[in-house]
């Protein structure tokens, strides 16, 4: 923590999956104090225990209402994102929110009339345009390796049975925002307008919170000024694949494939020069194209020394018995990155990659998606959202 009167004072509020960006922010050279929020208050003392963290509350109020904090990481269910981004950004704090950022086009455009108005930072905290993976790729992009982008896929399999209540039913493109992020970043623009099939079957009880009969959906989406389509699908219930969130881009030049199983390594190809093949003896007909294995470098050099132990999964300080356990490594060591990210951008007043509008066209894309697949795939436009609805940061 810094020590003296800089830096920022953060609330983290839910402490689930927030748990595990206590240390990071405790840690940030930025930070100057860290209080935490959970209605639990069974988990409110336990991780307040566990971190050694004095500030604890049970209600987002008193947080809002707290002269004394500057800036609101919420990690907090999904029907709750877009009312607590709005309440944090009229309280005159920064907020950061996890994904999605809102499951209604209304409820992004409510956020972002927020943000402009309160001229607060806005961050989603999407962990895939932070992995190893996505910052690998991305060099390789700004490095000309994959020459023009042909394609674009993305997919996220996951099985939420027994998941808490909300999740129940939900819409799948509703959480489509791992596998839509790396891609439209990578491609530098937005989606405008897609054609999306629900598929299979889902039991009856499921169906009821959301009136949504589809375990996956699977979307083609064309993009705004860019000659390359992109494909996603996100499966929830009754599909018996194991866990990826995943992206493959497909370039002229070389092109990368997330592992089909978690604990391989991606495949990066690369095709021969144009002309080579041609002159070739044996008159083959097409390039060759070589694959290889890579491992993405941890990419520690771009965040403060004091955090970058927290992309890798360890025990930390145990010297002090309130941070000895295990912490850090979550979701391709991007926890850090983000959290990062989020406190320059209010630092520096500066946009951060992940802005308002940034993270409001990544998910409208798949809110959008989810319309198209209720009228049986039906093209469904996708709306941009105007610049100026984000505002300045500072």
């Known amino acids: 923590m810094t020590p003296g009167g800089a830096g920022l004072r953060v609330a983290l509020v839910g402490l689930g999956f927030g748990a595990e960006f206590a240390a990071i922010y405790l840690h940030h050279p930025q930070v100057r104090s860290l209080a935490i929020c959970d209605s639990d208050e069974r988990v409110l003392q336990e991780v307040g225990s566990k971190f050694g963290i004095p500030e604890r509350c049970s209600d987002l109020r008193a947080v809002l209402d707290s002269p004394e904090i500057d800036a609101v990481h919420l990690v907090t269910p999904i029907p709750l994102h877009a009312?607590?981004?709005?309440?944090?950004?009229?309280?005159g704090k920064h907020c950061a929110c996890t994904v999605p950022m809102?499951?209604?086009?209304?409820?992004?455009?409510?956020?972002?009339?927020?943000q402009r108005s309160s001229k607060k930072t806005f961050m989603m905290m999407e962990t895939a345009a932070y992995t190893r993976e996505f910052l690998f790729v991305q060099e390789m992009a700004r490095r000309g390796e994959l020459g023009r982008i042909q394609m674009l896929r993305g997919a996220h399999y996951q099985d939420m049975e027994n998941w808490p209540?909300?999740?129940?039913?939900?819409?799948?493109?509703?959480?489509?925002t791992h596998a839509v992020a790396p891609l439209l970043l990578l491609a530098g623009t937005r989606a405008s307008a897609v054609h999306c099939f629900g598929s299979a079957w889902m039991r009856e009880e499921l169906r009821r919170r959301y009136g949504n009969p589809f375990p996956a959906e699977t979307a083609i989406f064309r993009l705004e000024g860019c000659e390359a389509a992109m494909e996603v699908t996100r499966t929830l219930f009754h599909t018996a694949r194991a866990y990826t969130e995943s992206f493959h881009v497909y370039g002229e030049k070389a092109s990368f494939e997330w592992q089909q199983i978690e604990e391989e390594d991606p495949v990066v190809f690369r095709m021969e020069p144009a002309g080579k093949a041609a002159a070739d003896t044996d008159a083959r007909r097409g390039r060759r194209v070589f694959a290889e294995r890579v491992q993405p470098p941890d990419r520690q050099?771009?965040?403060p020394e004091e955090i970058r132990r927290f992309t890798r999964r360890g025990y930390y300080d145990k010297e002090n018995p309130h941070l000895s356990f295990l912490q850090g490594g979550g979701?391709?060591?991007?926890?850090?990155?983000?959290?990062?990210?989020?406190?320059s951008a209010v630092v520096e007043g500066k946009p951060p990659l992940l802005d308002a509008v940034t993270s409001a066209d990544i998910t409208a894309a798949g809110i959008c998606a989810h319309v198209s697949a209720m009228k049986n795939g039906e093209r469904v436009d996708i709306p941009g959202f105007d610049a100026q609805e984000c505002g300045s940061h500072g």
Not at 83 to 91: I, K, P, W
Not at 104 to 110: K, N
Not at 165 to 176: D, Q, V
Request: a negative charge; proline letters at 8%.
């Open 301 to 303: 050099d771009l965040l």
């Open 331 to 343: 979701h391709g060591g991007s926890h850090p990155h983000l959290v990062h990210a989020f406190l």
């Open 102 to 114: 809102a499951t209604s086009l209304e409820d992004l455009r409510t956020v972002l009339r927020a």
């Open 165 to 176: 209540p909300y999740w129940e039913g939900l819409p799948p493109m509703h959480y489509a």
């Open 83 to 91: 009312r607590q981004s709005v309440a944090v950004l009229e309280a």
